[in-house]
Each structure stands twice: as structure tokens, then as C-alpha cells.
T-cell receptor, first 110, second 114 residues
Framework: KQEVTQIPAALSVPEGENLVLNCSFT??????LQWFRQDPGKGLTSLLL?????REQTSGRLNASLDKSSGRSTLYIAASQPGDSATYLC?????????FGKGTTLSVSS | DVKVTQSSRYLVKRTGEKVFLECVQD?????MFWYRQDPGLGLRLIYF???????EKGDIPEGYSVSREKKERFSLILESASTNQTSMYLC?????????????FGPGTRLTVT
């Protein structure tokens, strides 16, 4: 059974720092991996989608990588800002639905 | 832009009531999903639908049913609400066909059962 793990569960950094969030999954047979952002009490906003054939995707200050063979993905956030404070979730798609990690809660202080 | 809307942001119901949560998407997506999100447990799939009138159970279907009479609308039904169904409920949709399509989420419904 596919399991998705995110480490660390929480992270606090000062504004301007570059940071990496980690996601690992147990079964490499996936269609894609999606990174989401969730603000408190709100729904999920899709940040990046990496297809299984891709190695990375970039959007603005965000860069996500995928290493299917090792079952790992990273989300790199450059020059962090207080507005980046949120919970970041990764999810893998192996069938029709997504399997989620429990998220990393990021706090960026000014 | 894809838009997924949910009928209520906040809902308070009493134990034993029948509860309907509605989700509508405007992108002609074949697949629609209902998840619940709880602290420490993350998001878990309740039910999904890959076509009108078609449904599949997810990981935690007990105590729930679903209805999809029109392609754009997917309803989650709590037949007799219980306090352990207090949770955040999230609806999502995606294109069908191959497995590589992105899922889009609604804003969520925070349900409290007292």
C-alpha cells in the first residue's frame, strides 16, 4: 500500500532564507506528484504538478523535483517571505485518487 | 481557470440529522472526489466518481453515501450524522482518461456535528 511521508512536520525560518521541504513515497509506480499549499481553515491550492516522466517543475520562486526510483520529491522555496507561511502537502497519484502526506507547516518570520 | 465550489463553508448539524454537502465544478471534468481532513490523520478519500451515476468507495466510506446525477455536481450524504463525522470536507475534480491529470480542490466545508 502506498504511503507518503513528509519531513519535517514543522519548520520555522527567517525571511529571505532558501528552504527545502521533503516528501517520500513507498511505491514508485505513480502517474504524477502534486504539491499543494493550504492556509489555515482553507482549501488546497495546487502549486506544482510533476508527471512521472519529468524530473522537475518550476513556478516563480518554487522548484519541485522528482526522483521516482528513490521515491523522493523536494519542494525548494527561494527567498522565503512571511506570505509563504502555510501548510505544504504533497500527494502522489497511483490510481484515480491522490494519496497525501500529512504536510509540513512552514512559518516564515519577518 | 478551473473552479470547484462547495455549497457551504461552515455547517453545524445535530446528531442523527441527514446532511447534504454539494460540490460543483465548471470544467466538464469526468472525475470528482470527496475527502475529509482531520488533524493528525491528513486527507483521506471517502468516495469518488468517474462518470455520471458511477461511484467507487475510497478508504473510509462507512457512514457516507454519494450521488452524481449530473456531470458537474457531486453530493456527499451523511445519512445520520454522528459526532465523529465532525471534520473538514474537501471536494476535488480532475479530467478523466489517462492517469496524469491534475486535481483541483474546492474551498472546503467545515462540518460540526453536536
Amino acid at each position: 500500500k502506498q504511503e507518503v511521508t513528509q519531513i519535517p512536520a514543522a519548520l520555522s525560518v527567517p525571511e529571505g532564507e532558501n528552504l527545502v521541504l521533503n516528501c517520500s513515497f513507498t511505491d514508485s509506480a505513480i502517474y504524477n506528484l502534486q504539491w499543494f499549499r493550504q492556509d489555515p481553515g482553507k482549501g488546497l491550492t495546487s502549486l506544482l504538478l510533476i508527471q512521472s516522466s519529468q524530473r522537475e517543475q518550476t513556478s516563480g520562486r518554487l522548484n519541485a523535483s522528482l526522483d521516482k526510483s528513490s521515491g523522493r520529491s523536494t519542494l525548494y522555496i527561494a527567498a522565503s517571505q512571511p506570505g509563504d507561511s502555510a501548510t505544504y502537502l504533497c500527494a502522489v497519484k497511483a490510481g484515480t485518487a491522490l494519496i497525501f502526506g500529512k504536510g509540513t507547516t512552514l512559518s516564515v518570520s519577518s | 481557470d478551473v473552479k470547484v465550489t462547495q455549497s457551504s463553508r461552515y455547517l453545524v448539524k445535530r446528531t442523527g440529522e441527514k446532511v447534504f454537502l454539494e460540490c460543483v465544478q465548471d470544467m466538464d471534468h469526468e472525475n470528482m472526489f470527496w475527502y475529509r481532513q482531520d488533524p493528525g490523520l491528513g486527507l483521506r478519500l471517502i468516495y469518488f466518481s468517474y462518470d455520471v451515476k458511477m461511484k467507487e468507495k475510497g478508504d473510509i466510506p462507512e457512514g457516507y453515501s454519494v450521488s452524481r446525477e449530473k456531470k458537474e455536481r457531486f453530493s456527499l450524504i451523511l445519512e445520520s450524522a454522528s459526532t465523529n463525522q465532525t471534520s473538514m470536507y474537501l471536494c476535488a475534480s480532475s479530467s478523466g482518461g489517462g492517469g496524469s491529470y491534475e486535481q483541483y480542490f474546492g474551498p472546503g466545508t467545515r462540518l460540526t456535528v453536536t
